[in-house]
Each structure stands twice: as C-alpha cells, then as structure tokens.
C-alpha cells in the first residue's frame, strides 16, 4: 500500500522537466557567477591602477590610499548586491517584490540594516571631513595604531603588535590623530640625583647641536626642559622636539639613543630599573 501510494506521488512531477530546470539554473548561476567574478576582479584592478599614477593626482599620499580603499570597499558591495540580486531572479524569487516589501524592509531594519547605514553615513563624513587618512597613527577609544583601511561599514587599525580591529563607524565618536599638523614628540629620562643638572643640561644641549642639522623634518630647535619629578634616588628629565607629522616616532627613537651615548662617553650609566619613556 505504501509502495502503491508513493508510486502515485512519485507520478505527479515530471522528473525530466524538474532536472531540466535545474541544469538550466545552475548553469545560469554558474556563468552569472563567472561574469560577476570577472567584473569584480577587472574593477577593482582599474581603481587600483587609476591611483598607481600618483604623480598625476593633486593629493597626498595618504589621502589616495584612504579614497582608494573606499571606492574599492563601495564597489565590492555594489557587486556582490547586484550579484545576489541576479541570482535570486535566475532562480525565480519575486525580488521586486520582496524590496518594495514594507515587512521585508522593517524585518531588514530590526536585523541590522540600521546599524548598516549608520556606518554608511559616518564613513562618509569621516572620510569628507579628512578626520583620518591610511597611514595615519590614531587613537580611537582603547585602540591606538596605525589606519589601514577606510571602509563604508568600518575603519581597521592596526596596533603596534600587529593586530588589526575592526571598528565599526557608527562607534568612531572621538578621533586623536597624531598625523595632523605639527607633532611634538616627547623624551623623558631618569638619572640619578648626585650628578649635576647642568651637567645633564649641557650634555643634552651637545646631543641636540651635533644631531638637529641632519634632520630637516625637526621644527625649530630640540628643548631642554629640565628636572620634571623627583622619586627616591632618581630624577626624571624631559626634552621636547617639535617636528613635521608622523617622523617624530623616528626622530625621538634616534635622539634617544643620542641621549644614551653621550651619558655613556661621560661615564653614567642608566640603572636597569630606569625608565626611558617617548610618548
């Protein structure tokens, strides 16, 4: 009885008509699939090549990297909408109608397409306003490194030990950007209380004459500030060096070892406990 009842719902589809439309389908889909990989492909080799010509475009570096990450991120999703959209029409689904759905699109919203678009709109002034460009060491809340990406959803930073976060738009509230303007980089060094400060004053003073002429991105002249604390048997000095952004880390690394060297040839030795602090 079962076999005889299966047999009669068995009969009720035509089989070679069914595969026939599967073929069909997935052939569709296959070849869909191959177009839209091409063009993905091709589109974004014709950003990335339009920017290589860097010489032509009145722009910095920076800037270009941050604009051609964007564009590439807003044709990737183009493509992969119109993909999905193309796919679902081969295989007959009434995506008109399910856009133009007011249930569909509140379903959307509750799922997220909110939080989409509020990255969306961010992005787009962070990227207007020039708050941040790839290449720039910024502070974003707890996270500090470098921008590696600029996206429509989110921006990626990469910390000093490597790690690359995600950090949606919509939650960028305060930027710190330490490519902006003029930087100031800071060099603070414990010594111990029994050797002289203008002793410590004139050997700093040497580093900074024999040094600054061979660095051209140091604005105006490195400064001793003095003694600026006091903890037990150590006293904490500071020197400032004004220079043009993102080459202060490099300038403050150098005069550092500056520092240290001339302390050296002068027979002071910095205990292990010291601390030696950029920021």
């Known amino acids: ?27 569709q889909v296959v070849i869909t699939s191959i177009v839209f990989w091409i063009i993905w492909k091709v589109g974004i080799r014709l950003i990335n090549l339009a920017f290589a010509r860097q010489g032509k475009l009145k722009m910095k570096k920076s800037r270009q990297k941050t604009i051609e ?5 807003v044709f990737k999703y183009f493509v992969l909408f119109c993909y999905l959209y193309g ?19 509140s379903v959307a919203i ?32 707890a996270v500090s490194g470098t921008v590696t990406s600029v996206g429509i959803r989110t921006t990626q930073v990469q910390s000093v030990d490597g790690t ?17 303007g003029n930087m100031r980089g800071i060099v603070n060094f414990d010594l111990p209380t029994d050797i002289n400060i203008d002793d410590v004053k004139k050997m ?23 003694a600026i604390k006091q903890a037990g048997n150590m006293v904490t000095y500071r020197t400032l060096i004004d220079a043009k952004a993102d080459t202060q880390w490099q300038i403050q690394r150098d005069f550092l070892s500056g520092y240290l060297k001339e302390f050296s040839l002068n027979g002071i030795v910095i205990p292990e406990s010291n601390s030696v602090t950029l920021s």
Not at 2 to 27: C, E, H, M, R
Not at 164 to 180: E, G, M
């Open 164 to 180: 690359l976060n995600y950090i949606p738009n919509r939650n960028i509230t305060i930027v710190s950007n330490s490519n902006r």
């Open 69 to 73: 990450s964007l564009l590439g991120n």
């Open 204 to 226: 700093v003073e040497h580093v900074h004459s024999e040094m600054t002429p061979n660095y051209t991105d140091i604005i105006g002249e490195p400064r001793f500030v003095g």
């Open 1 to 27: 009885m079962q076999k005889f009842y299966l047999a009669n719902v068995a009969g009720l589809f035509d089989w070679n008509k069914i595969l026939d439309s599967l073929i069909s389908i997935g052939t």
């Open 87 to 105: 796919v679902l029409k081969i295989m007959g689904l009434p995506v008109d109608a399910l856009l133009a759905s007011a249930g569909i699109l």
């Open 110 to 141: 509750g799922l997220g397409a909110q939080g989409f678009f509020n990255d969306v709109v961010t992005g787009f002034f962070i990227l207007a306003e020039q708050q941040i460009d790839v290449g720039d060491w910024v502070t974003i809340g």
